[in-house]
């Protein structure tokens, strides 16, 4: 009976860690056990402050290559998780925020942070952008008043959009018009158009319907 050949493939041998890691924290990992080789590198199981769990090559752990998972690699800043700035970003995409407001500092300088998690961010009045003086913090739905807006408080409204100021400086009446139809189609309201214009909700809303044919 033929003696099979010898494999000219060799094994890697099971290398054993020279150091005990368990216990010891890199960055945000906390080494659990060893896991092994892979290519020739040692492997750790690690567990990340978030909990997520994987195995770690022992060379990554000791040159801080690694120092937590890929998923807290990714997370944005502190401040951008804030509520203060969810906020922000939503309204930001409404296009309903005045120009000042485009910047997230001067927006959470001017509004402040949430009193508490249930707090939500109103208007005083709601047929005008989102500008400073015209909005507020308010835990429950109707916590707190609605009083009118001064004329001041208006103007800077007008001042900071975009969409009103150009209906407010248009030099003719065709041009005003078509001012007034593209804002209505970006979505602003009659009266914000109105406020604008000078004219009415009623007489903005037959202008515009006149126009579209509607």
């Not at 939503?90 to 001067?106: C, D, F, I, T, V």
């Not at 208007?123 to 008043?145: D, E, M, Q, V």
């Not at 150009?166 to 139809?181: C, G, L, N, P, S």
């Not at 214009?197 to 202008?207: D, E, K, M, P, Y």
Request: glycine letters at 6%; proline letters at 4%; aromatic letters at 10%.
């Amino acid at each position: 009976m033929k003696k099979q050949p010898k494999s000219i493939h060799k094994r890697t041998k099971r290398s054993k860690p020279t150091k005990d890691l368990t216990g010891k924290r890199f960055g945000k990992w906390v080494v659990q056990k060893y896991a092994g080789m892979k290519v020739n590198h040692r492997l750790w199981l690690c567990r990340c402050d978030c909990g997520v769990q994987k195995n770690v090559y022992e060379s990554n752990l000791i040159s801080k290559l690694s120092t937590k998972c890929l998923f807290c690699s990714r997370k944005k800043s502190p401040k951008r998780r804030t509520k203060t700035y969810l906020f922000w970003y939503r309204l930001k995409r409404s296009r309903l925020l005045s120009k000042k407001w485009q910047n997230y500092e001067a927006f959470r300088k001017d509004v402040g942070d949430p009193p508490s998690n249930n707090a939500r961010l109103l208007r005083y009045n709601n047929n005008l952008p989102l500008a400073p003086g015209n909005t507020y913090w308010a835990i429950t739905k109707g916590s707190l008043p609605r009083p009118q807006m001064s004329e001041d408080l208006k103007e800077q409204a007008i001042i900071g959009n975009k969409f009103l100021m150009k209906i407010r400086k248009a030099k003719t009446r065709d041009e005003m018009i078509d001012y007034m139809v593209a804002a209505r189609k970006a979505g602003y309201k009659y009266e914000m158009i109105g406020i604008a214009a000078g004219l009415s909700r009623q007489r903005v809303h037959v202008i515009i319907s006149k126009y579209l044919g509607k």
